[in-house]
């Protein structure tokens, strides 16, 4: 049972629309993670939040926003999408610093054509 | 963060252990070592981490030499459904941001 949830599971949309991918966990996790992985390729942080209000870019550079104004949700918005944001966007949070116990979402498979 | 390096993949008959290598010969004393996988495209799934005791839960067990430049990721019954990739990652205790490098791609074979 998901204590971590994504919507929409798959999405495709047309090029210059506006999206937002939906992350929503139950855990009362202080920290939320976005990253983001090509089919076969590495996964890259792309956003993250330590809490309500924070938020910090990731090591791979997105043109995509953030926002946390509530513990439990963390939603992706890409203001225009573009064909290059074609990618499986996936959503973690955990309790702890350090890299014990991640919770994955199972992500969301953007399509932009 | 300590650099780590594994094998690109593995091929494991169903039944055997699977033990799975990760060196990391840069890594400093207040590194602990965390293993992940990821089935498929789903999102990546908790294993285990350890600073130097050898560790060992559900899943999976983790032995870290005793200079702590490398561990071992053992799955005990591997079955078809452990076929994943495996990382393997180097983090402070304290610091956040995972990191996933390109791991072991494990393939449990009948």
């Known amino acids: 049972e998901a204590d971590i949830y994504q919507t929409p599971r798959y999405l495709v949309i047309g090029t210059g629309k506006k999206i937002t991918l939906e992350c929503s966990q139950t855990?009362?996790?202080?920290?939320m993670y976005w990253y983001q992985q090509d089919p076969g390729m590495e996964l890259h942080l792309i956003h993250y939040s330590y809490g309500v209000n924070s938020t910090e870019k990731g090591d791979l550079s997105s043109e995509s926003t953030v926002s946390r104004i509530r513990t439990e949700h963390f939603p992706l918005t890409l203001e225009s999408a573009r064909p290059s944001h074609t990618s499986q966007y996936l959503c973690?949070?955990?309790?702890?610093?350090?890299?014990?116990?991640?919770?994955f979402g199972s992500g969301t498979r953007l399509t932009v054509v | 963060d300590a650099k780590t390096t594994q094998p690109p993949s593995m091929d494991c008959a169903e039944g055997r252990a699977a033990n799975l290598p990760c060196n990391h010969s840069?890594?400093?004393?207040?590194?602990?070592v965390y293993w992940y996988r990821q089935i498929h495209s789903q999102g990546p799934q908790y294993i285990i981490h350890g600073l130097k005791n050898n560790e060992t839960n559900e899943m999976a067990s983790l032995i870290i030499t005793e200079d702590r430049k490398s561990s071992t990721l053992i799955l005990p019954h591997a079955t078809l459904r452990d076929t994943a990739v495996y990382y393997c990652?180097?983090?402070?205790?304290?610091?956040?941001?995972?990191?996933f490098g390109t791991g072991t791609r494990l393939q449990v074979t009948l």
């Open positions: 990652i180097v983090r402070v205790g304290t610091a956040s941001k995972l990191t």
């Open positions: 840069t890594i400093s004393g207040n590194e602990y």
């Open positions: 855990m009362g996790h202080d920290k």
């Open positions: 973690a949070s955990s309790e702890h610093r350090g890299g014990y116990g991640y919770t």
